[in-house]
């Protein structure tokens, strides 16, 4: 089984899309197999590119997420992927409200799978400057090698 992972922030146009971004980037690198998308435990951004700030963040970063596009997690998220990562404890709660009975999928905190950093919510750069971005991608840079070195040795 080919791993899958769903990065889950709030309305999925900043953190989540870089963090698909910064996965799809490192898996290309190692030449693994993975499928990689992101979504929002809210739906008012549904359709939109990501925040310009991510995707210049992305780009200086040598990653283009220009042609993602938000959407809302669906009940379906807990079966198709194998791996739901929410950026945060409000959204891992709520991925865990919203989780159908049947659900396969593993659930974790993104920071989780940085070693020395679990438990550590990634912060939500929304309301701030490009530093803000750039620390954001930092975090799931990070995140994005640990999780990438782990799916490759088959330890998910």
């Known amino acids: 089984m080919i791993p899958s992972v769903l990065f889950v922030c709030l309305g999925n146009i900043c953190r989540s899309p870089l963090a698909e ?6 898996a290309a690198r190692l030449g693994l197999e993975l499928v990689v998308d992101s979504a929002g435990t809210g739906d008012w951004h549904a359709g939109e ?12 970063n040598g990653v283009d997420i220009s042609g993602l596009r938000a ?13 739901l990562v929410a950026l945060d404890h409000d959204n891992l709660a709520n991925l865990r409200r919203l989780a159908p009975s049947d659900a396969t ?5 993104l920071l989780d799978h940085v070693p020395g950093r679990e ?11 490009e530093a803000g971005f750039d ?21 998910g």
């Open 71 to 83: 959407r809302q997690v669906r009940r379906e998220d807990f079966r198709r992927f194998t791996h």
């Open 119 to 129: 438990g550590q919510a990634v912060a939500d750069p929304w309301f701030g400057d």
């Open 135 to 155: 620390a954001t991608w930092a975090d799931v840079s990070a995140a994005a090698r640990a999780m990438a070195a782990s799916l490759r040795q088959g330890r």
């Open 49 to 60: 590119p990501p925040d310009e700030r991510a995707q210049r963040t992305a780009l200086r």
């Open 105 to 109: 999928a593993e659930l974790s905190l």
């Open 21 to 26: 971004g910064a996965l799809r980037a490192e």
